[in-house]
């Protein structure tokens, strides 16, 4: 499949933080406020899920959630996805199908954490997913400017740079 075709079939629409994305799962349970950290404002669905499409000829910006977020790998090439800590440190990791070099199908970005991805083959795509819980609200996603990010991580500025909108 091309990635216009996945596109296509699972009626994908662009995200903001680049790439393409359709909610697929919002759980009915809801978490009161009164029982999130501080960190959230209202009420959250139990957990939420997304397809989430990324082609080489864009990357997924830096960004951060208030939660967890869990990555699971479906079809098309590596994914690297980038992270700084809250304390400044950086890593990534590689998500994929080839286990035997070190990819994992599936992983836990913490939350909090900036995070961008970027397909690493050239004219090719990944298609994975996305697992949030509590669930994904927009009031807890934050997608800073370029300047934002370098001023709280100069060490990490040539890879904020490539990996910001503006």
């Not at 960190?39 to 082609?55: V, W």
């Not at 991805?117 to 934050?142: I, L």
């Not at 400017?145 to 500025?157: D, G, T, Y």
Request: charged content about 20%; proline content about 4%.
């Amino acid at each position: 499949m091309t990635a216009q075709q996945i596109v296509n079939k699972f009626g994908l629409t662009q995200h903001p933080e680049g790439g393409y994305f359709k909610e697929t799962y919002r759980s009915n349970g809801i978490i009161k406020n009164e029982n999130l950290s501080e960190i959230f404002i209202g009420d959250r669905n139990y957990s939420t899920g997304i397809y989430f499409l990324l082609t080489s000829e864009s990357f997924s910006a830096f960004h951060k959630i208030n939660q967890d977020e869990m990555w699971h790998f479906y079809l098309g090439t590596t994914l690297k996805l980038h992270m700084i800590s809250p304390d400044g440190e950086y890593s990534f990791v590689r998500i994929g199908n080839d286990i035997v070099n070190n990819e994992v199908p599936q992983f836990v970005v913490p939350a909090q954490y900036w995070f961008a991805a970027e397909v690493v083959n050239e004219n090719s795509f990944s298609f994975t997913g996305c697992t949030v819980a509590p669930g994904f609200d927009f009031n807890d996603f934050v997608l800073p400017e370029r300047k934002v990010l370098i001023e709280l991580f100069p060490q990490h500025e040539k890879i904020i740079t490539r990996l910001t909108h503006h």
